[in-house]
């Protein structure tokens, strides 16, 4: 059974630090990337950032490639998506996804895309 378990997400100050770890197990894909996406209150779920497991590529939203930057640990099964220079409109749940396969270098997979989710953890940040 696939799991993936967020954590990391609280309540912080705008112009802050987080650092949110995404713990996946049970995976069984040759060749897989993680996502995140977030969901803000009233709008749409929308990707932020991925990286393949393989060769750790990572793609960025154009909105916070300045500001985020997604890791991974493949010894610990951990993706880790840093946030510098938190904003208000940050504030959201915050989830990470498995794709089955890598992403496409300069491509960041869709929602849809994705085949396993995990429950989300809450950022929220104070101004």
Do not use: M
């Amino acid at each position: 059974e696939v799991q993936l378990v967020e954590s990391g997400g609280g309540l912080v100050q705008a112009g802050g630090s987080l650092i949110l770890s995404c713990a996946a197990s049970g995976i069984a894909f040759d060749d897989y990337a993680i996502g995140w996406f977030r969901q803000a209150p009233g709008k749409k779920r929308e990707g932020v950032a991925c990286i393949n497991r393989g060769d750790h590529s990572t793609f960025y939203a154009d909105s916070v490639k300045d500001r985020f930057t997604i890791s991974s640990d493949n010894a610990k099964n951990t993706v880790y998506l840093q946030i510098d220079s938190l904003k208000p409109e940050d504030t959201a749940v915050y989830y990470c996804a498995v794709l089955n396969g890598e992403a496409i270098p300069g491509y960041l997979p869709y929602e849809y895309e994705y085949d396993y989710w995990g429950q989300g953890t809450q950022v929220t940040v104070s101004s």
